[in-house]
């Protein structure tokens, strides 16, 4: 009956991806946060909900992005895979977003697009009636596919970034209610500190609106790196964060940079929400990043080695 519980649960007032490690990659909420230049990204992260219980989330997500400095703009590639319960959603899309810069390259304001279909899929053989032909459960594959988008809006310098994005935007004036997503709201501020030699700092902030109800977080991390003579920038070495939801969700982070241009980082969520207390969220995370020597200017290429956060 479980299952059927969060079939139900999860059909009404779609939810976008509850994913933590959106502190290192804000692109599922913020196609303009793909502005980053000097480097194509990779980054892929796997999340197990809830893990012990049957039919809990299971969430895959890849992102693809590069930016073309002659343009001022990026180009990415993003997919979600999405399992909870009975249902399984797809949702592919492709990403744009512009980048101003002043000259001295110490801010930028980017916008951006995300363009693509949202899918949803129900396995209707797979549920578990606790009365068998319940005839209030339907057994039969059911499809839905409709168009999907993202705008965005982000705001960086060397002391902070600041977001604004909307997601699911054909949803906003959508009288279908089941089985699609409906539109989120997203605001974010982050607070950096990175000149110093051994360590950067950052706390950050996030204000999520949903159909009128408010979910609120707060993260606070550190990354040690160490100095490296005549190469541009200090090595990033390693990184340690904690954040807090207002769903009574705690998570803790732990990042190795395995080289200087691939990173792994694996995060542990622990809700205090009644009933799922004892069952702890996993989340692993790879990001690797090719640098364009050839496309991007160099004091750019100089500035995205000294971090990773941006």
């Given at each position: 009956?479980?299952?059927?519980?969060?079939?139900?649960?999860?059909?009404?007032?779609?939810?976008?991806?509850?994913?933590?490690?959106?502190?290192?990659?804000?692109?599922?909420?913020?196609?303009?946060?793909?502005?980053r230049?000097?480097?194509?990204?990779?980054f892929?992260?796997?999340?197990?909900?809830?893990?012990?219980?049957?039919?809990?989330?299971?969430?895959?997500?890849f992102?693809?992005?590069?930016?073309?400095?002659?343009?001022r703009?990026?180009?990415?590639?993003?997919?979600?895979?999405?399992?909870?319960?009975?249902?399984?959603?797809?949702?592919?899309?492709?990403?744009?977003?512009?980048?101003?810069?002043?000259?001295?390259?110490?801010?930028?304001?980017?916008?951006?697009?995300?363009?693509g279909?949202?899918?949803?899929?129900f396995?209707?053989s797979?549920?578990?009636?606790?009365?068998?032909?319940?005839?209030?459960?339907?057994?039969n594959?059911?499809?839905?596919?409709?168009?999907?988008?993202?705008?965005?809006?982000?705001?960086?310098?060397?002391?902070?970034?600041?977001?604004l994005?909307v997601?699911?935007?054909?949803s906003?004036?959508?009288?279908?209610?089941?089985?699609?997503?409906?539109?989120?709201?997203?605001?974010?501020?982050?607070?950096?500190?990175?000149?110093?030699?051994?360590?950067?700092y950052?706390?950050?902030?996030?204000?999520?609106?949903?159909?009128?109800?408010?979910?609120?977080?707060?993260?606070a991390?550190?990354?040690?790196?160490?100095?490296?003579g005549l190469?541009?920038?200090?090595?990033?070495?390693?990184?340690?964060?904690?954040?807090?939801?207002?769903?009574?969700?705690f998570?803790?982070?732990?990042?190795?940079n395995?080289?200087?241009?691939?990173?792994?980082?694996?995060?542990?969520?622990?809700?205090?929400?009644?009933?799922?207390?004892?069952?702890?969220s996993?989340?692993?995370?790879?990001?690797?990043?090719?640098?364009?020597?050839?496309?991007?200017?160099?004091?750019?290429?100089?500035?995205?080695?000294?971090?990773?956060y941006?």
């Open positions: 009956m479980l299952i059927v519980s969060l079939l139900v649960g999860s059909s009404l007032a779609q939810s976008d991806i509850s994913m933590a490690t959106h502190w290192y990659n804000r692109a599922n909420y913020n196609p303009a946060s793909i502005a230049p000097g480097y194509m990204y990779i892929s992260n796997i999340r197990q909900q809830w893990a012990g219980v049957s039919g809990s989330p299971q969430t895959i997500n992102q693809m992005s590069a930016f073309h400095y002659p343009s703009s990026a180009f990415g590639f993003s997919l979600v895979s999405d399992r909870t319960g009975v249902t399984t959603s797809i949702n592919p899309m492709l990403t744009y977003a512009y980048r101003i810069a002043d000259d001295d390259k110490n801010s930028a304001f980017s916008m951006g697009l995300s363009a279909v949202f899918g949803r899929f396995d209707g797979a549920y578990e009636p606790e009365q068998e032909n319940d005839q209030a459960i339907s057994t594959n059911l499809t839905y596919i409709r168009p999907d988008a993202n705008v965005g809006m982000e705001y960086q310098s060397n002391l902070f970034i600041a977001g994005s997601t699911h935007v054909f906003i004036l959508s009288t279908e209610t089941l089985y699609l997503n409906s539109s989120h709201n997203y605001g974010y501020l982050i607070f950096k500190i990175t000149k110093p030699e051994f360590a950067s950052y706390l950050g902030a996030q204000v999520v609106n949903q159909g009128g109800n408010f979910y609120y977080e707060g993260n991390m550190v990354r040690i790196k160490k100095p490296t190469n541009p920038g200090p090595q990033e070495l390693f990184d340690l964060g904690i954040s807090y939801r207002n769903t009574r969700l998570t803790a982070f732990a990042g190795i395995i080289s200087r241009n691939f990173r792994v980082a694996y995060t542990y969520g622990r809700s205090f929400t009644s009933g799922y207390s004892s069952n702890a996993h989340e692993i995370m790879l990001e690797y990043r090719i640098p364009f020597h050839w496309a991007a200017c160099i004091p750019c290429l100089n500035n995205a080695r000294e971090d990773w941006r």
